[in-house]
């Protein structure tokens, strides 16, 4: 059979937002963040474009102006097209918060990133960046939205500073940027890191196991994290929790990072998984697991078993 399952993870949204103890824009380092500063370039003052067609624009989340990054596919590869602070932030521990509209993609990665450097200002301390990948279903939706990521270097000796940064990779593509802020603490963030999917060894295409990974990757525990499978209509949908990762399951993977989109083309059956169901099953094709707390850097596993026939590619939203 030849069907296919497209696989959508999107952000969960965890209670709790630490963001009220942020600095105040006066107090924060990450200076001009909202990039109504402008210098004698005409661009935003502490900020520096990188490569071709990075602009100011009215277009903005708040305030008079925003940056607009643009990327085609005249754009040699060899250039970079992105943005960077000219004025490095000290704290190398902590979290950026930023709003983006992500106006479109044609083959290209929308990332937003933490840059370690060390003394001299170069990305060669021996630590990695820290990104944002900016979901497939908000590109083009016309909306701004806020993410936030968490980064830690205090145990670098190496690392000195950080830029706030954006990078658009690949083909082509648009991106608004505005309202960037450090934060000393992000609060929870809760993430989908990975999506598998497992064939009923009996009933390929009649019954299968999707699966997925949460991880709390913020600083403070996620409370009443509640999680919605939407399932094409005609599907049973039957939900459960494990609390610890089933890594000798032998599920086949799916790759995903979330926040990003995958195609999977059917698997080989494998193990089914174990752990125990921590809330009801859910005879319908919305199903919602509820999971009470999620501590930083805790990740956890949730199996959803579909029964019914599956006859054309389908998409599944997490």
């Known amino acids: ?104 993609a044609d083959g ?12 001299d200002g170069l990305e060669r301390a021996g630590s990695r960046r820290m990104e944002y990948l900016v979901p497939p279903h908000h590109i083009g939706d016309g909306q701004w939205h806020k993410a936030r990521i968490r980064y830690d270097y205090s145990d670098n000796p190496k690392v000195k500073r ?70 094409p209509d005609g599907l049973k949908v039957f939900g459960q929790l494990v609390p610890t990762a089933p890594e000798t399951a032998q599920l086949p993977k799916i790759p995903a990072q979330s926040p990003s989109a995958e195609k999977a083309q059917k698997q080989p059956p494998g193990k089914d998984a174990g752990g125990t169901q921590t809330d009801r099953s859910v005879d319908t094709h919305q199903a919602k697991l509820l999971v009470p707390v999620l501590a930083p850097g805790e990740s956890i596993w949730i199996h959803w078993t579909l029964e019914g026939e599956r006859t054309k590619p389908a998409t599944f939203t997490v």
């Open 1 to 104: 059979m030849g069907w296919a399952v497209v696989l959508l993870a999107a952000w969960v949204a965890g209670a709790g937002d630490l963001s009220e103890n942020a600095l105040s824009k006066e107090q924060n380092p990450c200076t001009n963040g909202s990039f109504e500063q402008l210098d004698q370039r005409g661009f935003a003052a502490f900020w520096g474009p990188v490569g071709q067609t990075v602009r100011m624009t009215p277009q903005a989340h708040t305030g008079q102006w925003a940056v607009q990054l643009t990327r085609t596919a005249q754009t040699p590869r060899q250039v970079e097209t992105g943005l960077n602070r000219t004025r490095l932030i000290d704290q190398v521990q902590g979290g950026m918060e930023f709003w983006y509209k992500a106006l479109s």
């Open 108 to 119: 290209a990665q929308l990332r937003i990133v933490v840059i370690p450097v060390g003394e």
């Open 162 to 231: 950080v830029h706030f940064a954006a990078r658009i990779t690949g083909n082509a593509g648009q991106l608004l940027l505005d309202d960037f802020r450090y934060l000393e603490r992000t609060g929870p963030i809760v993430q989908i890191r990975r999506l598998r999917w497992q064939e009923h060894p009996d009933r390929p295409g009649e019954k299968a196991v999707l699966s997925a990974k949460l991880e709390n990757t913020g600083d403070a525990p996620a409370q009443t994290v509640l999680v919605t499978l939407q399932a």
